[in-house]
């Protein structure tokens, strides 16, 4: 089965650095696009990034341009996100998406892990 286990969250005060780790498990993690999203409180998930199996990466949300860094390691099947110059405004449960088909002929499936909590505090 599919999983996806975050880790690397915690709390760091403004202007500090996290950087976050999605090991990936079940499936052919070099076929998958993944993303991060995250989701402050009391507003919706949005989609933070995305590196996708051609090896293009996207940063999606404008607030984190030049400031966070998608990045996978095929080999350790991992993806990362590099987040430096954290503000409060950061602040939220932060979640791994894997999206792949199961067989060609199938429509691709969006898979989550837990999340992991980032707070940026001083």
């Known amino acids: 089965q599919v ?8 709390l760091v005060q ?8 999605c090991a990936a498990s079940g499936f052919t993690f070099s076929r998958s696009a993944m993303s991060w999203y995250r989701q402050a409180p009391g507003k919706e998930r949005e989609l933070v990034a995305t590196f996708t199996s051609s090896g293009v990466s996207t940063n ?5 341009t030049g400031r966070f860094t998608i990045s996978r390691d095929n080999a350790k099947n991992t993806v990362y996100l590099q ?7 950061d602040t939220g449960v932060y979640s ?17 892990g837990q999340g992991t909590q980032v707070t940026v505090s001083s």
């Not at 999606?60 to 984190?64: E, L, M, R």
């Not at 430096?84 to 405004?89: G, I, Q, V, Y």
Request: charged share 20%.
């Open 83 to 89: 987040m430096n110059s954290l503000n409060p405004e």
């Open 3 to 10: 999983q996806l286990v975050e880790s690397g969250g915690g």
């Open 96 to 112: 791994c998406n894997a999206k792949f088909s199961r067989r060609i002929w199938l429509a691709p499936d969006d898979y989550w």
């Open 60 to 64: 999606v949300a404008d607030s984190v």
């Open 14 to 21: 403004p202007g500090g650095s996290l950087r976050l780790s």
